[in-house]
């Protein structure tokens, strides 16, 4: 079975909601999960509000829990990338992050293609992993884009995330030739929730306010996690629920939901 973390962003500052973070904690831990994977904004809204990087860490290691993901940062022009670059090392450092998650948001040319190998040698001198996501929001827009950015950094460690809601929502429907024929060694991680199709138009409402927990809308969840454990699998899966609905729900009672949901997608697939 893979390793079960719960993203900080639907109950986040970037959607109006206080960072209540030993709330975040706590419900992470009680409800089963094995990690957090905070979001930029959650983490600059805690230091804005005194809460030493020192301090999370602490709060993490008596939950048993580990950082699996900071989501993260925004490889782009050469100054924007040197800005976030510093401020996402900070807290992978701090928080001994598995992965950065890492969204492209210009054109892939050589000058882009050497900026995210320095982002990820600086990473991995901290012990953390890039992950490239491929969404049609960014300039990578499928597995096979975000692979060959990959294998073009020449840096060890660096993979591909597969979130599904772009991989199931993606304007030519699932790729699933292209996920089968990932290496297990270019698999960074997964960010799991399920959906229905949206209207032309509407991408940024539709991936911020209706991500749906695992199991309440049309994605073939299950052959997706059968493919992953067909490749021996058994890495980081973050449960990204963005939902305007859910995120009317106190954090506790939406993480055991969301905790049950995602692991028996992967369960019924072990």
């Known amino acids: 079975m893979p390793n079960f973390g719960l993203a900080t962003l639907n109950h986040s500052p970037l959607h109006g909601v206080p960072t209540q973070w030993e709330a975040h904690l706590d419900a992470a831990a009680t409800a089963g999960f094995d990690g957090l994977a905070p979001d930029i904004f959650w983490l600059r809204a805690l230091e804005a509000e005194g809460v030493a990087l020192e301090t999370l860490a602490a709060g993490l290691r008596d939950r048993g829990l580990g950082c699996m993901e900071v989501a993260g940062i925004a490889i782009g022009d050469a100054e924007t990338t040197r800005t976030e670059l510093e401020e996402n090392l900070r807290y992978a450092a701090a928080l001994e992050a598995e ?3 890492a969204r492209v948001v210009v054109p892939v040319d050589d000058a882009l293609v050497a900026r995210a190998a320095e982002c990820a040698r600086r990473f991995g001198d901290c012990g953390t992993r890039v992950a490239l996501e491929f969404s049609r929001g960014t300039k990578l827009r499928s597995v096979g884009e975000a692979l060959a950015l990959a294998e073009s950094m020449g840096e060890p460690g660096v993979g591909v995330t597969i979130d599904t809601w772009h991989f199931f929502l993606h304007p030519e429907g699932p790729a699933w030739d292209e996920l089968a024929e990932l290496p ?3 698999l960074a991680n997964v960010q799991l929730s399920d959906g229905v199709a949206y209207g032309e138009g509407e ?3 539709a ?6 927990l695992p199991g309440d809308g049309v994605f073939d969840l299950g052959r997706c996690a059968e493919v992953l454990a ?4 058994d890495g980081a899966v973050v449960v990204e629920v963005l939902n305007a609905e859910e995120r ?9 939901r969301a905790f049950d949901a995602s692991t028996r997608v992967f369960r019924s697939a072990s």
């Open 203 to 205: 991408f940024g409402p």
């Open 99 to 101: 992965f950065v998650n």
């Open 230 to 233: 067909e490749k021996g699998f």
């Open 207 to 212: 991936t911020m306010d209706r991500r749906r």
């Open 184 to 186: 297990l060694d270019r």
């Open 248 to 256: 009317a729900a106190p954090v506790a009672d939406f993480a055991v």
